[in-house]
């Protein structure tokens, strides 16, 4: 892939803010869980985040791997770790941070649901409508023609390292990889985080 995609770069402010309205929800709808399942990595933060709120003790892991690269709308994905702990009739939710694709969340809840839950539900902060599952709880929609790859504070250094060798690639050096970056990611990051990259990415 030879462009960029735009970017939108969430805050922990943001993340607080989801983690709110999807506990709120889930508290609503009275299907607190007895075991929140996250999906490693990027579920991993929102799951710890809704296990607080809705005082769950109970958090293992299960980790799905999408075979697609850094902000690309497409793409497989595998599960490669199973489950690490028993769900056998318990009230599972799976929680992951989008569902883009839905491919992930598609693949670990039917692959939680063959363990013998009680109940098996799921949880996103966010929820893309082009993907071909949603999830029981959201806590942002985001229409299919408005999407965007969202930069969570979790994998920043991650994402911010291969945008920015997308857009040396075009325009060589720090100021022409940020001002590329600005202009067709819509991402505007601080001259420091990309020395930082150059670090070990050559941005030419």
């Given at each position: ?57 109970r958090l293992v892991s299960l ?9 690309t709308p497409t793409g497989a ?97 720090l100021d022409a990889v940020r ?26």
């Open positions: 892939m030879d462009d960029l995609p735009r970017c939108r770069r969430a805050t922990w402010d943001d993340v607080d803010r989801w983690a709110e309205i999807v506990a709120d929800r889930i508290v609503a709808g009275r299907a607190v869980p007895d075991t929140i399942v996250g999906m490693a990595r990027g579920g991993w933060i929102p799951s710890r985040l809704l296990c607080d709120r809705l005082g769950v003790q980790r799905a791997r999408h075979w697609g690269v850094t902000a994905a595998e599960l490669t770790e199973g489950l690490s702990g028993s769900v056998t009739g318990h009230r599972v939710l799976v929680v992951d941070d989008i569902t883009d694709t839905g491919d992930s969340l598609a693949l670990a809840v039917d692959h939680v649901q063959k363990a013998g839950p009680a109940r098996v539900e799921s949880a996103t902060f966010l929820h893309i409508t082009h993907s071909r599952v949603a999830p029981t709880y959201y806590a942002e929609e985001i229409p299919r023609d408005a999407w965007v790859w969202v930069v969570f504070p979790w994998n920043y250094w991650e994402d911010l390292a291969t945008l920015a060798a997308r857009a040396a690639a075009m325009t060589p050096g001002a590329t970056l600005k202009r067709r990611a819509r991402l505007d990051v601080p001259r420091a985080d990309l020395e930082r990259i150059a670090a070990h990415v050559p941005l030419g």
